[in-house]
């Protein structure tokens, strides 16, 4: 090759080699001005500074974490309107490409449960709600999967658990005349079987979900909150008035210990508030 085409090829190189590094150096520039606009919850200035962050420099992960979060903080739980769609929409599918270069992003994988787990708030048909908590709950696993030690995961993975079991119990319950206050087991034996053998494992993991997320963190008194419901409410599927009652003292101790936690956690704050230290959890 000739010198001068020598020369010239090194010249488009470099040339190349700083246009792109002005394009990082923008794009950072714009997350930065993204990242502001966010903490002053102007959601929609902050998403076009991420958005043209992510146009600059399309394997800059954090910029695309901010512009699916951006999306996600405009998403209203149980709102119906088209704009809210389109941000959950947004918010998915940027979180997603977030996995396509990192599976194992746990904040991806925690942002997209939450979503789905959000949209199955709000009035909706029972099977469209029923298929929202099953997707948040494909995720939560994936992120115990991920994060053994995300307490956040098996707590969520509980939660689910109760918010799918429920409404099956009261609508027995409702059939049977029984009030929600009247104690069990259901009367009918018929469909404590027949819940039993839909239910009973799917319970139990709920419960062996939630001790796990008091294992993780034993001052965990939301897990304990939960682990009283699961307990309180499978107690309808026993057998005999005994095994109901016995499960109904194991959920009055899981009360016990939410309150005995909560009542430990707000005085260990106030104490630190007194010196000035930072808030317990």
């Given at each position: 090759m000739?010198?001068?085409?020598?020369?010239?090829?090194?010249s488009?190189?470099?040339?190349?080699?700083?246009?792109?590094?002005?394009?990082?150096?923008?794009?950072?520039?714009?997350?930065?001005?993204?990242?502001q606009?966010?903490?002053?919850?102007?959601?929609?200035?902050?998403?076009?500074?991420?958005k043209?962050?992510?146009?600059l420099?399309?394997?800059?992960?954090?910029?695309?974490?901010?512009?699916?979060?951006?999306?996600?903080?405009?998403?209203?739980p149980?709102?119906?309107?088209?704009?809210?769609?389109?941000?959950?929409?947004?918010?998915?599918?940027?979180?997603?490409?977030?996995?396509?270069k990192?599976?194992?992003?746990?904040?991806?994988?925690?942002?997209?449960?939450?979503?789905?787990?959000?949209?199955a708030?709000?009035?909706?048909?029972?099977?469209?709600k029923l298929?929202?908590?099953?997707?948040?709950?494909?995720?939560?696993?994936?992120?115990?999967?991920?994060?053994?030690?995300?307490?956040?995961?098996?707590?969520?993975?509980?939660?689910?658990?109760?918010?799918?079991?429920?409404?099956?119990?009261?609508?027995?319950?409702n059939?049977?005349?029984?009030?929600?206050?009247?104690?069990?087991?259901?009367?009918?034996?018929?469909?404590?079987?027949?819940?039993?053998?839909?239910?009973?494992?799917?319970?139990?993991?709920?419960?062996?979900?939630?001790?796990?997320?008091?294992?993780?963190?034993?001052?965990?008194?939301?897990?304990?909150?939960?682990?009283?419901?699961?307990?309180?409410?499978?107690?309808?599927?026993?057998?005999?008035?005994?095994?109901?009652?016995?499960?109904?003292?194991?959920?009055?101790?899981?009360?016990?210990?939410?309150?005995?936690?909560?009542?430990?956690?707000?005085?260990?704050?106030?104490?630190n508030?007194?010196?000035?230290?930072?808030?317990?959890?």
């Amino acid at each position: 090759m000739h010198l001068r085409n020598i020369a010239l090829v090194a010249s488009i190189g470099t040339l190349a080699l700083l246009s792109t590094g002005c394009e990082k150096l923008r794009a950072r520039d714009n997350l930065n001005k993204g990242v502001q606009a966010f903490k002053t919850a102007k959601y929609n200035q902050a998403v076009e500074h991420f958005k043209k962050a992510v146009e600059l420099d399309p394997d800059f992960p954090t910029a695309r974490l901010y512009l699916a979060t951006a999306y996600m903080s405009q998403y209203i739980p149980g709102a119906d309107s088209t704009e809210n769609m389109q941000n959950a929409k947004a918010a998915e599918a940027e979180f997603l490409k977030v996995l396509e270069k990192d599976p194992s992003n746990t904040l991806a994988i925690e942002s997209l449960a939450s979503l789905h787990y959000n949209q199955a708030q709000g009035n909706q048909p029972l099977d469209q709600k029923l298929k929202k908590l099953d997707e948040a709950a494909q995720w939560y696993t994936k992120l115990a999967q991920t994060d053994g030690n995300s307490k956040t995961a098996y707590y969520s993975l509980g939660v689910i658990t109760w918010a799918k079991w429920y409404p099956r119990l009261m609508e027995a319950r409702n059939k049977m005349g029984m009030k929600p206050e009247d104690p069990g087991p259901l009367k009918d034996k018929k469909v404590r079987e027949d819940l039993k053998a839909q239910w009973w494992d799917t319970i139990n993991k709920g419960i062996a979900d939630l001790e796990k997320a008091v294992q993780i963190y034993p001052e965990y008194d939301e897990a304990m909150a939960y682990l009283n419901l699961l307990h309180r409410e499978r107690a309808d599927l026993m057998d005999s008035s005994d095994e109901y009652k016995k499960e109904v003292e194991i959920a009055d101790n899981y009360v016990q210990k939410a309150l005995d936690t909560k009542k430990m956690k707000a005085e260990r704050a106030a104490q630190n508030a007194a010196k000035g230290g930072i808030k317990a959890e």
